[in-house]
């Protein structure tokens, strides 16, 4: 049996059923709740099997045990960095070059891999569930939960800082608000558009250069290169961005990279700030052109 969860039922939900206080109360998705159903004392109360229709008292201690983990993804010995872990979640420094999920092309040498590799070492066996995306090319924290409650809720309060090199002088903070959209005849590359989705990114110059400003950003949505696509539309490509207009002469990938993420803990409610340094390459970058 994997990690049992417990939990204290309060005044709110005195003489509520079960499921709705796993719901509403715990924050266990329908998909969760409906497999604990089929594991054996899956859910129980002060020690007893219950059932998800039965009637709770204040006070009540209710235990959930989370069904064991599958992972159908191949272990590979790969260099990773871990910059936070517990039971429940994982923050790992992806490195450059690196694709988090097996896809055409990178089957076998992603991140993915790395972290069942990883498990296995230590006789731990979870699905690998990314909470935040970057793209292959992106650096930085990456956070990802090591069990299905975990997953549920830590995608409500997850919040990133990003840092980037771009091209041109920035002066100023502001607001991009602009729908994104996929380009016409391209399976990946995306544009600012009508009939996009809507996209909202921060940015905060904090240094500036002869020809690059090293910038900030904090996003309020999460579309597919959104960073990328709103500095490009405004004239300020990501250096080493070649897809959006960047340029390779100081670095051969986009400098972008996650520096900060944030996250209330799933289990303690503890809201944890972990930190990822720049890679070398963007440290290089900088040095050369600040």
């Not at 709705?20 to 409906?34: D, H, K």
């Amino acid at each position: 049996m994997g990690i049992k969860i417990k939990f204290t039922v309060n005044e709110e939900y005195d003489g509520k059923l079960v499921k709705e206080f796993l719901r509403r109360g715990c924050g266990v998705s329908s998909t969760l709740l409906t497999r604990l159903k089929l594991v054996e004392n899956g859910i129980a109360r002060n020690g007893v099997h219950i059932r998800s229709v039965d009637r709770l008292n204040v006070g009540d201690e209710i235990v959930i045990a989370l069904p064991d983990d599958e992972n159908d993804i191949t272990p590979i010995n790969l260099p990773i960095k871990i910059i936070y872990e517990d039971d429940h979640v994982i923050v790992f420094d992806k490195a450059p070059f690196m694709a988090v999920h097996p896809v055409h092309g990178h089957i076998d040498d992603t991140l993915a891999n790395a972290a069942a590799y990883y498990a296995k070492t230590k006789n731990e066996i979870w699905t690998f569930r990314a909470i935040n995306r970057l793209d292959r090319d992106t650096s930085g924290a990456l956070l990802a939960a090591k069990n299905a409650y975990s997953a549920a809720l830590l995608p409500k309060s997850v919040r990133k800082k990003y840092i980037a090199v771009c091209e041109g002088i920035i002066s100023s903070s502001g607001v991009i608000d602009a729908p994104i959209r996929l380009k016409e005849g391209h399976s990946i590359q995306r544009e600012v558009g009508e009939g996009g989705v809507r996209a909202v990114t921060r940015y905060d110059p904090i240094k500036i250069g002869k020809y690059h400003t090293l910038v900030e950003f904090e996003l309020e949505t999460g579309r597919t290169h959104q960073i990328r696509v709103h500095m490009s539309d405004i004239g300020h490509p990501l250096a080493g961005d070649d897809m959006y207009g960047g340029s390779l002469d100081n670095i051969s990938r986009q400098a972008l990279h996650c520096g900060e993420i944030s996250f209330i803990h799933p289990i303690t409610g503890e809201c944890l700030t972990i930190a990822s340094p720049l890679p070398k390459d963007m440290e290089e970058l900088i040095k050369n052109n600040f």
